[in-house]
Nanobody, 124 residues
Framework: QVQLAESGGDSVQAGGSLRLSCAATGTSYRSYCMGWFRQAPGKERERVAV???????SYADSVKGRFTISQDNGLNTLYLQMNSLKPEDTALYTC??????????????????WGRGTQVTVSS
């Protein structure tokens, strides 16, 4: 049974930085895709960034150049470095993984393990 636990969310001012972490437990197998998603109140969940087992990455247009996704395979941990934060980045950030071959960004329906999320609040 795979479990994901996010951490690192906080309240920051616009222009600040945060690093989110997602620790995966319950499996010794490498995931094929890991990703960060976010959802603000009253809005749909959106994909932020994804990474595959070969460290290939994809980002939402809204975060390109500001966010960096990475992973530590030895620690089974996913990271999201967020720089130049904007108020519109305010959301509950959730990590997710799956173990099927495919495009990690477009085939979002394959993500079948989810964390509970960590809150990021950016004030102006």
């Amino acid at each position: 049974q795979v479990q994901l636990a996010e951490s690192g969310g906080d309240s920051v001012q616009a222009g600040g930085s945060l690093r989110l972490s997602c620790a995966a437990t319950g499996t010794s197998y490498r995931s094929y895709c890991m990703g960060w998603f976010r959802q603000a109140p009253g809005k749909e969940r959106e994909r932020v960034a994804v990474i595959d087992r070969y460290d290939r990455t994809s980002y939402a247009d809204s975060v390109k150049g500001r966010f960096t996704i990475s992973q530590d395979n030895g620690l089974n941990t996913l990271y999201l470095q967020m720089n130049s934060l904007k108020p519109e980045d305010t959301a509950l950030y959730t990590c997710a993984v799956h173990f099927q071959v495919g495009d990690c960004y477009t085939q979002s329906w394959r993500y079948n393990y989810w964390g509970r999320g960590t809150q990021v609040t950016v004030s102006s």
